[in-house]
């Protein structure tokens, strides 16, 4: 018996929405189907990934005038074909081009595994990563994930005040006023002999300023639960995270603009701490970067509300 999506609607059958990736309800007539307790144990071809009704079965045909045997994996009752490619399945065609398997995942390869944990309501590993992923950043917006990077803590800490991270080798970047002259020969020119003009007017100059990012310094980076603190041979820079107006994320850094400091400051090479993250029984490895980062401070900055 299938279940319908609380966030899109989608009826759908397994513990995830197969169209949005959503948890389904877990209705008490779900329990009832012959649902193997571990997937292991069954085939892929045991159930259709695409219409969750059919069984699969391999299929030969010949190609070039009958020279050359294909063999795919086609159902029984919805006409999907997969192709075998490289130790992996492609779902190569289906009937009904609607469908949101198709939708979600057509003419992508993908392993036997994969396929079978789509037919029992699951997801491809790439979108199972997405979803972890989404979820996993935004309960770190929202303050619910205490992450600790741990490290030995460059600052001296004030009273009831923890560390989240330190990460060397951080880079302090501002924008800096340069001002550059272009200038030229004015007015018109006549030939005077072979391959010789003579300009007729004077030289005239222009200065003009613009806006250049420029390295200032290099040292440690500090995240508490309450400030940011950057310690370089230069300069030190102390921001209360509630002095944080904005942040602008990239994928090795962020952008900083706060209270009385007119200036942006730009903190980068941040992508060189590599982190665990867990989703239920599901780990990942990801490279630090800015949007956790934002994520991070924001998520410290309710929990001080």
Known sequence: MKAKCPKCGFEDEGKFCSNCGAPL????SLVEQKIPKSLTEASWFDKCPVCKSGKLSPVSKKKLFGLVTMQ?????????????KQGKYRLDKVQDTTNTVWQEYGNQSL??????????GGMSDAKQKETDMEYWMTQLKEGDIPLRMGGEAPIILKKKEELVFALPNVSLWEPRAVR???????????RVAKGVYFR???????????????KIDQGTLALTDKRLVFSGAKRTINIDLRKIVSVEPYS??????????????YFTDIDQAELRITVDDRTYKESFSGLILMYLIEGLTKRME
């Not at 550059?180 to 007015?187: C, F, N």
């Not at 007729?200 to 420029?214: C, K, N, P, T, W």
């Not at 090795?252 to 400051?265: C, P, V």
């Open 200 to 214: 007729v007017g004077g030289f005239s100059a222009r200065s003009e300023s613009q806006e250049e990012l420029r």
């Open 180 to 190: 550059r002259t272009t200038g030229g020969y004015g007015g018109p020119s006549f």
């Open 25 to 28: 309800p877990q209705l008490p």
């Open 72 to 84: 795919n994996i086609e159902c029984n009752n919805c006409g999907a074909v997969f192709v075998q």
């Open 252 to 265: 090795d850094g962020i952008a900083i603009r706060r209270e009385g400091k007119e200036k942006t400051q």
């Open 111 to 120: 392993t036997e595994r994969e396929w079978k944990n789509i037919a029992y």
